[in-house]
């Protein structure tokens, strides 16, 4: 019976040898490959939140110079931040915060720099939308309509898109074209329900063109059940 037995587990050790022989390098890279792997994920996920918690201590220290208005220090950590942390929300936050405050120093170039590469960059639709947007005022109060124009031509999510449509009608208006300013307005009205406030600002502007808005609205309804 002994006998019987140990020939019975001689075979499956054999059987086993023979099946390790051929498929265990596979096992082993497989293997390999999964705790890898394992290891990239949480390798990474400890780097973000390195790099996340590195961001948000040279953030404060863009933010303390902001409100200490040393533009140089301004210009220098955001300078730091871009370099080191350019990927992060941090980052694309210390730029719109920097550019407002260079913009307040009468440094409209370095301004319009900081918030151009926020909207070329930034990975997050709001920081792009409002560097954007922030971007293209700046360029209208410098006279370069076309190149604000070329800013709001690209797209904006639904929640700034009416404040977009209304800029591009000032920009318009800037270059003495009425009828195309009147058109973005028109649409900003449409698209501002949700901002009261803001609606009767380009609700002002039409009226000044010698358009009322409500009234085209309710033109374009009964027409619309007729």
């Keep these: 019976m ?3 037995l140990d020939l019975e587990e001689q075979e499956q050790l054999d059987q086993l040898k023979h099946f390790w022989k051929r498929y265990g390098n596979l096992i082993l890279w497989a293997l ?3 705790l890898g792997s394992y290891a990239a994920w949480n390798g990474y996920h400890y780097w973000q939140r390195d790099q996340a918690g590195k961001a948000a201590v040279l953030f404060d220290e863009v933010e303390r110079a902001v409100g200490s208005g040393d533009i140089a220090r301004v210009e220098r ?6 370099d080191k942390f350019g990927g992060t929300h ?4 210390a ?11 009468g440094k409209a170039d370095a301004a319009r720099a900081a918030l151009k590469w926020v909207a070329d960059g930034a990975s997050d639709a709001a920081y792009r939308d409002i560097a954007r947007l922030r971007l293209s005022a700046l360029l209208l109060d410098a006279g370069s309509n076309d190149d604000a124009l070329a800013q709001l031509a690209l797209p904006f999510t639904p929640a700034m898109a009416g404040l977009a449509a209304d800029l591009r009608g000032d920009v318009l208006q800037a270059k003495g074209q009425k009828t195309e300013a009147v058109a973005a307005y028109q649409t900003a009205w449409q698209q501002l329900t949700d901002s009261a406030d803001y609606r009767r600002v380009v609700e002002a502007k039409l009226n000044a063109l010698g358009v009322d808005p409500q009234a085209t609205a309710s033109d374009a309804t009964t027409g619309n059940t007729k």
Excluded: E, P, R, T
Aim: proline share 0%; net charge positive; glycine share 4%.
């Design 2 to 4: 002994a006998n019987a």
């Design 32 to 34: 390999i490959a999964v």
């Design 77 to 82: 950590s955001f300078s730091d931040m871009k």
């Design 90 to 93: 941090y980052a694309h936050q």
């Design 95 to 105: 730029g719109l915060l920097a550019a407002k405050s260079l913009q307040a120093q």
